[in-house]
């Protein structure tokens, strides 16, 4: 198997995190084969480096110990995180329909009073999907008018 330097260093971080995540949670091999479906050949295979760990088998073992998509690729397994990006207040709305702007005015007023539930998001959300406009933009309490 010839890599290159970006390939050899992803799979020696990919390595590394499979061994850490053996030892930190205790795992056999064979535990973790079982976890993943696979056998637990084929995880000694990547353990003796007679197979490169490769995308497909990092995923399982992410979405099997509930790791964040990607976590393998990382040293140390940290994810960078992606900074939320501010709202800030615009004066452009161009792009966006009077309906985009009577739905984000609605669950802006809400969030400021503090009346957001589960429910009353989904009935916004149901409003705004079936494209019915709220009667009065201006009034947060509830989503329907």
């Given at each position: 198997?010839n890599?290159?330097s ?5 799979a ?6 499979l ?6 949670r ?5 535990e973790l084969?079982d976890?993943v ?6 995880v000694?295979?990547?353990m003796?480096?007679r197979a ?9 073992v992410?979405?099997?110990l509930g ?7 990382h040293v ?6 992606e ?7 615009s ?10 702007l ?12 503090g009346?957001i539930?589960?429910a009353?998001c989904l009935?916004l959300m ?6 019915q406009?709220?009667t009065?933009?201006g009034?947060a309490?509830s989503?329907?008018?």
């Amino acid at each position: 198997m010839n890599l290159n330097s970006y390939d050899k260093q992803l799979a020696d971080v990919r390595l590394a995190n499979l061994r850490a995540i053996l030892e930190q949670r205790n795992l056999t091999q064979a535990e973790l084969a079982d976890m993943v479906g696979l056998s637990a050949g084929a995880v000694s295979q990547y353990m003796t480096l007679r197979a490169q760990v490769g995308r497909s088998f990092c995923r399982k073992v992410e979405t099997a110990l509930g790791l964040p998509e990607g976590a393998m690729d990382h040293v140390n397994m940290k994810v960078p995180v992606e900074p939320i990006p501010v709202m800030l207040p615009s004066t452009s709305h161009a792009g966006l329909s009077p309906l985009h702007l009577a739905f984000i005015d609605v669950f802006s007023k809400a969030a400021k009073q503090g009346v957001i539930t589960d429910a009353y998001c989904l009935e916004l959300m149901q409003n705004f999907i079936s494209m019915q406009a709220p009667t009065d933009a201006g009034q947060a309490v509830s989503p329907g008018g």
